[in-house]
């Protein structure tokens, strides 16, 4: 192999081609300085395009968004409003006041953020923290109700309070 600056001549019966190392490495080596790299944080992956195509319906949300991929979709607005009843559902049960709920998410925002394989630059500081704010608490009192007699209970005590 005969390698003369940056190109080389006659390798493997005749092919002849030019290379530029120097401009090469340093095209590559920007596309390396502007990668975000995956965060240990990492584990929300966007469904594959092929497989997304195989079925878009079974992957697109239908009646409620979780997350940021699908959030302020028109056709998802509606249940907005479930995810504040469940919130204040949970503000009630956990009795922590919601400025200390959004300040825990605010401190946790880029790791949080980090945590999609996707970049989340669609949503603002202020949106991304409400966006978790909402759905966190309609995920814990969803599985709460679905599976914590105690809580059970008490929703039932206060419907009953509340309804005579």
Request: glycine residues 4%.
């Amino acid at each position: 192999m005969n390698v003369a600056g940056t190109s080389r001549d006659q390798m493997d019966g005749g092919d002849h081609w030019s290379l530029d190392v120097d401009k090469l490495a340093e095209s590559v080596e920007g596309k390396l300085r502007i990668l975000r790299p995956f965060s240990n944080n990492c584990s929300i992956y966007s469904v594959p395009k092929r497989l997304r195509e195989l079925n878009e319906k079974a992957y697109t949300p239908q009646v409620i968004s979780i997350g940021p991929i699908h959030y302020g979709k028109e056709e998802l607005k509606e249940m907005e409003e479930h995810k504040r009843l469940y919130l204040r559902g949970f503000l009630e049960l956990s009795e922590v006041n919601v400025k200390d709920f959004i300040a825990a998410i605010a401190e946790r925002e880029t790791r949080l953020r980090n945590c999609y394989a996707e970049t989340i630059d669609n949503l603002s500081e202020e949106e991304f923290v409400e966006m978790v704010l909402l759905d966190c608490s309609l995920l814990i009192m969803y599985f709460l109700k679905a599976f914590s007699p105690v809580i059970q209970n008490k929703i039932l005590t206060a419907y009953s309070i509340n309804h005579g």
